[in-house]
T-cell receptor
């Protein structure tokens, strides 16, 4: 059973455009939602994370929007750049010793 | 720079063999987890260690085992390798066992089983 569903599987965005990646979760015990960026041949790097007590968190060009009632959260990349081309994973976990549950990833390509 | 170092970076093994992958995490990071990432997939949780004791395990068979050492290093051992074990193996660490603290990943070890 996949606990975190991520879409789209792949995304092509023009340079300067907005990239939007969506995730939905099932487990209401989840209380920490990070996004990871992964370049080919590299490990995942934490990009930004949110807790359900806020509806939005912004760090530079990256924003997480969180909808607790819908059990959905999304990553918005403003002014997308070719250097943002990577695979993005949403994840979720809950307080305690529980592991991260990852979505299947979105392959983002930003074209000039 | 995450402070999590994994070795080897790449290796090729034959079906049926055994492999040991190693990880060194930051001082003070008492929780270490291992994940398997198949090509084109998200990482899947294998198991987690806290202060040298296993305290969580994913849906992986017993031939996947691990160790955590007092010096913040750890190992993932896989016995009787199968072709489907070919994947990127990621080590992740964090400061303590509670969630919410930043989880740092290493660059991974690419295992190919032939």
């Amino acid at each position: 059973q996949q606990q975190v569903k991520q879409s789209p599987q792949s995304l092509i965005v023009q340079k300067g455009g907005i990239s939007i990646i969506n995730c939905a979760y099932e487990n209401t015990a989840f209380d920490y939602f990070p996004w990871y960026q992964q370049f080919p041949g590299k490990g995942p790097a934490l990009l930004i994370a949110i807790r359900p007590d806020v509806s939005e968190k912004k760090e530079g060009r990256f924003t997480i929007s969180f909808n607790k009632s819908a059990k959905q959260f999304s990553l918005h990349i403003m002014d997308s750049q070719p250097g943002d081309s990577a695979t993005y994973f949403c994840a979720a976990t809950s307080t305690g010793n529980t592991p991260l549950v990852f979505g299947k990833g979105t392959r983002l390509s930003v074209i000039a | 720079e995450t402070g999590v170092t994994q070795s080897p970076t790449h290796l090729i093994k034959t079906r049926g063999q055994q492999v040991t992958l190693r990880c060194s995490s930051q001082s003070g990071h008492n929780t270490v987890s291992w994940y398997q990432q198949a090509l084109g997939q998200g990482p899947q949780f294998i198991f987690q260690y806290y202060r040298e004791e296993e305290n969580g395990r994913g849906n992986f068979p017993p031939r996947f085992s691990g160790l955590q050492f007092p010096n913040y290093s750890s190992e993932l051992n896989v016995n009787a390798l199968e072709l489907d074990d070919s994947a990127l193996y990621l080590c992740a660490s964090k400061r303590d066992s509670s969630s919410g603290n930043t989880i740092y990943f290493g660059e991974g070890s690419w295992l190919t089983v032939v």
